[in-house]
């Protein structure tokens, strides 16, 4: 049972009061406050009632504890007061906060709470290696032990503390207490005093930084000094002094490998799942996984740290190739030592500590990787870089470098920053990593060609897409020191990636600088043939995206300079491109004469050279687009070559383009009727490009659904479907497609008998048609404004638009079909005299006219 005597030492020693505070406090003097702690004497009755004042004892106790401190009754007493106390005057707990739960150590911790309950027991070491866990344990049986320790419970690092001469001002500093500069005593006389009458556990971590200090000695002065205070310590070997007892901190457990995935629970592979799913947060184990978890688990003897390490590396491996990377040694977890504190005044502080604890070929390491854009992959930075896989081992446990969980390798951009600026203090080896950063991606971009036009393409895409910061950063190099070869060689990637992603305009500027670039190196030195070429191959490229643009003048001046440079170089496989280009910039602009000439060419050299996707896409346009839409043969004979392509395109295994020859084929079923066969072509269209994300060819294929869905008279459907096109289009910028869906969705809007909102629809496809030079689609728009004419009752207004758009050459041949049977309508509620008189009219009435006579009636209105 606890004496008053013990009882009253607690609660003073609660309130942080010295005895010879407390003395002067109750009027007694120390010697004799020591007797009645020492439960030698009792106090006076006004001692006890001052007493009972100063450890705010409620009134409505005061007389009981009198009463106990007299003697006169028992002191288990008090117990409401002791409850009272404990919570108004708690001890102060200072342990670190771990982040993670404790897997696998719940008999650790309580043997060693145990061992500190043990009055015998007054210095604790655990002791292990590095990393085995020992200062988890010690934090957890401290914590445990909290209540038990009144005066508190305090953690105080050693990692950094060099010397035993600073062990007195850290543990002051750890518990809190200030040395008196006015006092006669020294520091360690004025710790050893304050810590004297206190309860109080101390931790002290890492003790191995001290042990070969003579000085140690200085721990069992402090507890022979003060009693009820006792040390915790860990350490990688024991501190020798007498007294101690000592505790070996051993690995995890490891279960079985059979019984790994039931019983993993509180075991070193629940420790390895763990850490795994912090290093990556996808990270998702699979049965097979555990028989290489277990190895792994057995292979760094259960140790916390070498688990840890070891998970840390699903971030770049699988769970069999970590295994398989430690069996070949050890050197593979090897990195900088984690018992540093973390003293993180500023993020270049952080880094500036981290620097330094990087070798010389590491910090060179980092260097270079600066010049990555966005992140890289393994691969890169060991060629860029020179980046092996124990350097990026190293950076990436140091926090240095990341890795996500597609396998790529990231840099905070404030490391990144600052690795960037000390790199540019090297002025040789920054242009020689730039020199290589760019010659690797721009090299890594040309090689991917063949898998974009493959059954690749979707990954292809992808991985291109992921890159795209590092193309851009590599690719501004290249054009600024003039590497045009290296350049040329992305063309054809560059043409598929920025088409299919719809990035005209950024690819635009892209290659308009380097167009610039080689304008002003050709003005000052006579251009060699590679350089000739790459202008060709760029003006090709950039004439494609002003095409998608609906910048037609600019795009044709493009083209046709890039031909003008290429024919006479006979560069075949160039040549095809521009061919590409010209020939829809011709088509769209309604020179279709001019169009199937290109193509026509065009399939003859892709021939030649045995450019088998060049030849199909030929094909393509010479069975499709210009002889359905443009009326040059009949439909039903290209319709069988047209199946013949598309399953050309199946077999060489673009999704991309055979979404496109499908949207072809579509069109031929849709002339011929075949409704059905033209909606399945289509939604087999719509479902490829967006495997892939042409967003241009699903606008596309909306489009062509809208108009099967009107040809069979369900208006709200296609409405809906060219709604979509509209939206998709009008994103890319794709001038030319957003005013054909307005002509074509105006028809349905007139169908539904919303005439006035036709009416401005059409008007806004014909402004945005005849802006851009799209005359097919302003002559679509012209015959709807017929359609709403012959209904208001104006037929011969409306008849004199339908003969204009029939008499010009560039009239779509959907256009002239339905141009033709409002016509004939008509003409079969006019007089012949009336029909003359507006041949005559339009005789003497070009296009233009007609054109500004429809706009300028908004005006008007």
């Known amino acids: 049972m606890v004496t008053f005597g013990e009882w009253l030492r607690q609660q003073r020693s609660l309130r942080r009061l010295t005895r010879e505070e407390f003395a002067k406090r109750v009027g007694c003097s120390v010697s004799a406050l020591r007797k009645i702690e020492d439960g030698e004497r009792r106090p006076s009755a006004q001692i006890a009632e001052l007493m009972g004042n100063c450890l705010d004892i409620p009134p409505e106790e005061r007389l009981t504890f009198v009463r106990v401190a007299r003697g006169e009754l028992n002191v288990d007493r ?10 108004s005057a708690a001890p102060r707990i200072d342990l670190p906060v771990p982040p993670t739960p404790l897997i696998g150590r719940q008999p650790e911790v309580e043997l060693v709470s145990q061992l500190l309950g043990d009055p015998q027991c007054r210095l604790l070491t655990l002791v292990g290696p590095g990393g085995i866990g020992k ?6 049986a401290a914590e445990k032990l909290r209540a038990v320790f009144t005066d508190g419970v305090y953690f105080i690092p050693l990692a950094s503390v060099d010397t035993v001469r600073l062990l007195v001002p850290v543990i002051a500093d750890a518990i809190g207490f200030a040395f008196q500069s006015a006092s006669p005593a020294d520091p360690k006389t004025q710790l050893f005093s304050y810590l004297k009458e206190k309860q109080a556990l101390l931790l002290t971590d890492n003790l191995e930084q001290l042990l070969t200090d003579p000085g140690i000695g200085l721990l069992a002065e402090l507890l022979a000094s003060a009693p009820q205070v006792k040390l915790l310590a860990t350490s990688r070997e024991s501190s ?9 901190v051993q690995g995890l457990p490891i279960p079985e490998e059979g019984d790994a995935e039931r019983g993993a629970q509180n075991t070193a592979v629940e420790l390895f799942l763990l850490r795994a799913r912090r290093a990556h947060v996808e990270f998702g184990v699979v049965p097979g996984d555990y028989p290489a978890i277990v190895r792994i688990c057995h292979l760094v003897d259960g140790m916390p740290l070498g688990i840890e390490l070891a998970a840390a590396w699903v971030r770049t491996l699988s769970c069999d190739e970590i295994a398989r990377e430690i069996e070949r040694g050890l050197a593979f977890l090897s990195v900088s030592t984690r018992d540093l504190p973390a003293r993180h005044r500023s993020m270049r502080a952080v880094f500036d500590q981290s620097w330094r604890l990087l070798s010389v070929e590491e910090q060179e390491v980092l260097l270079r990787l600066s010049v990555f854009q966005g992140g890289f992959r393994r691969e890169a930075a060991e060629a860029v870089a020179g980046a092996a896989l124990p350097a990026l081992s190293t950076l990436l446990t140091k926090s240095l470098i990341r890795r996500d969980g597609a396998g790529r390798f990231d840099m905070h951009e404030l490391i990144r920053h600052f690795a960037a600026e000390q790199l540019a203090t090297l002025p040789d080896e920054q242009t020689a990593a730039r020199a290589r950063h760019s010659s690797y991606y721009l090299t890594h971009f040309g090689q991917a060609d063949a898998r974009l036009r493959s059954p690749a393409q979707h990954e292809a895409l992808d991985e291109l897409t992921v890159e795209m910061d590092n193309f851009r ?6 054009v600024t020191h003039g590497e045009f070869a290296l350049i040329e060689q992305t ?8 088409d299919t992603r719809g990035w005209f305009q950024e690819g635009l500027d892209m290659l308009g600088r380097a167009v610039t670039a080689m304008e002003i190196s050709q003005g000052l030195v006579s251009a060699d043939r590679t350089s000739q070429v790459a202008l060709g191959h760029i003006l090709a490229t950039c004439s494609w995206l002003a095409y998608r643009l609906a910048h037609y003048e600019r795009a044709q001046a493009m083209v046709e300079r890039s031909l003008e440079i290429l024919r006479p170089l006979s560069e075949p496989r160039v040549l095809v491109e521009s061919m590409v280009s010209f020939g829809m910039l011709m088509e769209v602009t309604g020179s279709y004469g001019g169009a199937f000439e290109l193509y026509s060419e065009g399939l003859e050299i892709a021939t030649a050279i045995d450019d088998r996707w060049y030849a199909a896409l030929f094909i393509t346009c010479l069975n499709g687009l210009v002889a359905i839409d443009h009326g040059m043969v009949k439909p039903e004979n290209p319709h069988g070559r047209l199946q013949s392509v598309v399953a050309d395109w199946r077999a060489i295994g673009d999704p991309r383009l055979t979404a496109f020859a499908l949207r072809i084929l579509s069109q031929s079923a849709f002339a011929l009727g075949r409704y059905d066969e033209a909606r399945a072509a289509l939604e087999e269209s719509a479902a490829l490009n967006s495997s892939v994300g042409d967003r241009w060819g699903l606008g596309a294929a909306y489009r062509g659904l809208g108009v099967i869905a009107q040809a069979q008279g369900e208006h709200m459907r296609a409405k809906d479907m060219f709604r979509d096109s509209l939206n998709t289009f009008t994103e890319l910028g ?14 349905s809007v007139f169908a539904l008998g919303n005439d006035a909102e ?4 059409w008007r806004e496809s014909l402004r945005i048609a005849t802006e851009i030079r799209g005359t097919p689609v302003a002559l679509e728009a012209l015959a709807g404004f017929a359609s709403l004419q012959a209904k208001r009752g104006s037929k011969e207004h409306a008849l004199e638009l339908l003969l204009i758009v029939l008499k010009h050459p560039s009239s779509l041949q959907e256009t002239k079909v339905r141009a033709e049977r409002l016509q004939s309508e008509l003409e079969s509620q006019l007089t012949s005299l009336q029909i003359e008189a507006v041949q005559a009219r339009v005789q003497a009435k070009s296009y233009e006219t007609a054109v500004d006579e429809v706009l300028g009636q908004a005006k008007v209105t």
């Open 135 to 140: 200062t988890r344990i010690a934090i957890e």
């Open 734 to 747: 794709g001038g030319w497609w957003v005013a054909r869906v307005l002509a074509e969705m105006s028809r």
């Open 758 to 761: 036709a009416e401005c629809t």
């Open 240 to 248: 020798g002094l007498q007294g101690e007892w000592v505790f070996e």
């Open 491 to 498: 063309m054809r990637t560059f043409w598929m990636l920025y």
């Open 78 to 87: 008090l117990s409401s007061v002791l409850k009272r106390a404990a919570l």
């Open 473 to 478: 950063a590599g690719w501004e190099w290249a």
